[in-house]
């Protein structure tokens, strides 16, 4: 890990930074350990010593960092100076004075005419620190992606409203009539039979989540009016009450095959979470690129304006010595590089302006709006002070806090209980149904019927066993052996993940180090290239003639000169992005800002 952040973001005066140890050595079981501190969400790496997915994660985890245990901590660093040291303070505060970034602050930032038609655009000063803040708070990507979990947290709930009772009521009236021979016994009388039956059954359905069962509690009632009525009596009433159970006792049975869908909607649930930590972590990396990609695009305006003003300078004090030592063609040759570098000035315009749109794109802000032209200038400065890295440090903690790898956790689970529900799959069907009743019989109204029931002289109960077993039972193990192989697959894709992850480590620690490095050459050449342009204007000043020679000499230099500005300014700025990109690929730049990721489900619970 980083030892210092001190010389990574500097945000409105103050740095926002927390100090971290490197280590030279890791003990293999202090290793181990980090290795299983997962922070976050509910992970797959709780569920015990024995889990799968956390044997799998451990031994991905040890062959990744077998090999590092020896890693040292590697501080940046860079060839010793030839111009500081050819150079007194003196000299060099004279050289960084009328070069480099902190030669710029006066000088002129007008960008031209804006698509409002407007020549004098509005501006803005920006810190970094608001720049992330807007972003997190109005970016529309991230407020998408924030609605994921929402929605993954209502599909868990309603995976768990599996196992809630339900109420159930029916109802049903009939009236029916079936005719007859008129009787033999009594001349007249119709043979017809009239009957009206209203049957009501309500009840309460409860699925066990222990036993994955089904408890039913169900009570009917009966009114039967018949005409003629072959009891005798019409109407009357007949009310039970019964209990029944519907129990797998083989396939589809227990806890495991009963909360399997619950449980894989809670960790896609908790794996959107992830996404949406991963989305944050993407867009604060996204900004911190903008934002110095903003102050890289005023740079180069910056110096194009400067580099054409002392390009028409040139020309002009060549036209007032065109009757002396200047010739016609020194002067249209002057006014060419004035028409080249004034091409560049123009572009430098549009370069900021699409650089500072780009960023408003990320922020989303009121107050700056993407439809404004409203060109933003960063506040804040690039530094330069050299940072202390763990190869062995930064694997480890990014194979514990990337988001992606703690979601590619929940696809490992998530094939295991696959794989659980699989292997039940391929048990026989057994199932015991069970059910207990009472019955009763009233002539008054229904509540004789029930206080017949409840006399308890009318009892049933019955028991039975449903068995199935398709031969050969060839889909249920086709099932299994798919789960098995995704399984498989699943954990493979995570440890290719954290091959991907390794190599973004190594990949932002060498970027890190070679823009190190690159500041300092490129401070070099920027220096020599100053120092260069003083000598030429000294010999200028003391009387030295116009020649061709020495025209192209001095524009030559003015142009190394601003190109070797411009190389340190981008040598800067691409040295913060690495920093931030470090800490991307590492999982922390979060927490590296200070920032407190927000978790959308814990501020519903």
């Not at 004279?94 to 002129?108: F, K, P, Q």
């Not at 440090?393 to 295991?416: K, M």
């Not at 659980?420 to 799959?425: K, P, S």
């Not at 590492?586 to 814990?602: C, K, N, S, V």
Request: glycine share 4%; with cysteine.
């Amino acid at each position: 890990m980083i030892r210092c952040m001190r010389t990574i973001f500097v945000m409105n005066g103050q740095e926002n930074s927390r100090p971290v140890r490197g280590r030279h050595h890791l003990p293999t079981a202090a290793l181990l350990a980090a290795c299983l501190a997962l922070p976050g969400c509910q992970s797959p790496m709780d569920a015990g010593a024995d889990s799968p997915a956390r044997a799998a994660v451990l031994s991905a985890h040890r062959d990744f960092l077998s090999t590092l245990t020896d890693a040292r901590v590697v501080e940046l660093d860079r060839d010793s100076s030839e111009v500081e040291a050819g150079l007194t303070e003196e000299q060099l505060d004279e050289l960084d004075t009328m070069s480099g970034m902190s030669a710029y602050e006066e000088a002129s930032d007008r960008a031209g005419r804006d698509l409002m038609g407007e020549d004098e655009t509005p501006t803005v000063a920006l810190t970094l620190q608001r720049a992330i803040r807007l972003a997190i708070e109005n970016n529309l990507d991230l407020q998408t992606a924030r609605l994921t979990p929402r929605i993954g947290a209502q599909q868990f709930f309603e995976a768990d409203a599996a196992f809630d009772a339900t109420f159930f009521f029916d109802a049903l009236y009939t009236d029916e009539e079936q005719p007859g021979p008129d009787t033999a016994a009594v001349i007249g009388l119709s043979g017809d039979v009239k009957s009206e039956t209203l049957v009501l059954n309500t009840g309460i359905r409860q699925p066990l989540r222990q036993t994955n069962g089904l408890v039913t509690l169900e009570t009917t009632l009966q009114r039967l009016d018949d005409d003629p009525s072959a009891a005798g009596v019409a109407p009357f009433y007949l009310a039970d009450v019964l209990l029944q159970l519907n129990q797998p006792l083989l396939r589809n049975f227990g806890q495991d095959v009963a909360t399997a869908q619950i449980q894989l909607t809670a960790n896609a649930r908790d794996a959107a979470v992830q996404d949406l930590r991963n989305s944050t972590i993407n867009l604060v990396d996204a900004v911190v690129e903008a934002y110095w990609d903003v102050l890289l695009a005023r740079q180069q305006l910056l110096i194009q304006t400067v580099l054409l003003e002392r390009t028409i300078e040139d020309r002009d004090r060549i036209e007032d010595r065109l009757e002396f030592d200047a010739s016609q063609v020194q002067f249209t040759e002057a006014n060419c590089f004035v028409s080249l570098r004034r091409r560049d000035t123009i572009r430098a315009h549009r370069a900021w302006r699409t650089a500072s749109d780009q960023l408003k794109r990320l922020l989303n802000a009121s107050d700056l709006p993407l439809t404004g032209e409203t060109l933003i200038i960063p506040a804040d400065e690039p530094l330069d002070t050299p940072l202390s890295f763990s190869l062995l440090d930064s694997v480890t903690t990014a194979l514990n806090e990337r988001p992606d790898l703690q979601a590619a956790l929940f696809d490992i689970d998530d094939a295991l209980i696959r794989k659980r529900v699989a292997d039940n799959g391929k048990l026989p069907v057994l199932d015991l149904l069970a059910s207990v009743g009472l019955g009763g019989v009233g002539i008054e109204d229904a509540q004789d019927a029930y206080d017949d029931v409840y006399d308890g002289d009318f009892f049933d109960w019955g028991v039975g066993l449903n068995f199935e077993y398709p031969l050969g039972n060839r889909a249920a193990e086709a099932a299994f052996e798919q789960a098995v192989l995704e399984n498989r697959q699943a954990v493979l894709a995570y440890r290719t993940l954290a091959q991907d992850a390794i190599l973004e480590i190594k990949t932002a620690l060498r970027e890190l180090a070679l823009q190190y490095e690159l500041i300092g050459s490129t401070r070099d050449a920027r220096r020599n290239s100053a120092n260069n342009l003083r000598a030429i204007q000294a010999q200028e000043d003391a009387g030295t003639a116009l020649t061709p020679e020495f025209l192209n000499l001095k524009l030559d230099a003015q142009q190394r000169l601003a190109t070797a500005e411009f190389e340190e300014a981008s040598a800067l700025t691409a040295y913060m992005v690495a920093i931030a990109e470090l800490y991307r690929a590492q999982g922390t730049l979060l927490e590296q800002m200070g920032i407190a990721f927000d978790d959308p489900i814990a501020d519903e619970n």
